[in-house]
């Protein structure tokens, strides 16, 4: 990626996946700095909104998400990732029906939205709301078991509740998806 930003520092690809990775090893600022560099770019990029809604939400600045995740809807108001983040949102807001209308909606344009709730479950897992993450996650697995990144996430989940037995069978399927996943793999 930083290859790519040499030859064209403007690509707003591999800013907002940096972004993605800054969030991943817990470098919010970094983050932000390449969310905010693809904005300047291109202020209707939908992924940098997310990857600053993503930050803000993992730092436990949920409130200061929410505009980046109504301009991304308002550039794409079916996006399932960003109906994801609305919904994470709802929900760490107290608004379990909001949660449950978005969760409705979804379910008109795609009838197995296992990408939606992977995600949803994703940013509700990092703000320790285990009890909607795990139903979130076993619903993505439900929905599109092929997928590797709800198996991985939800097995990371089972661990993290201390349900060992339940996660190594997670993991398992999860390998014969996605046997480079170094996260699942430690």
Known sequence: LQAALKMNPNAVDALVSLGEASLQ???YQAGHAMADQALTVNPQSVGALL???DLLIS???QGEALPFIERALKVNPISEDALARMAAYRHLAGETKAATAIDSQILKTNPKPGRYYGAA???LGRRLKFAEAEQYYRKAIADTPYLAGPLNG?????MRLGKEDEARKIFAAAREIDPYHVRVLN
Not at 154 to 158: D, V
Request: glycine share 6%.
């Open 59 to 61: 730092d436990s600045r």
């Open 121 to 123: 479950a994703e940013l």
């Open 51 to 53: 990857v600053k809604a």
């Open 154 to 158: 939800f097995g990371i989940l089972l």
């Open 25 to 27: 090893d817990y470098d």
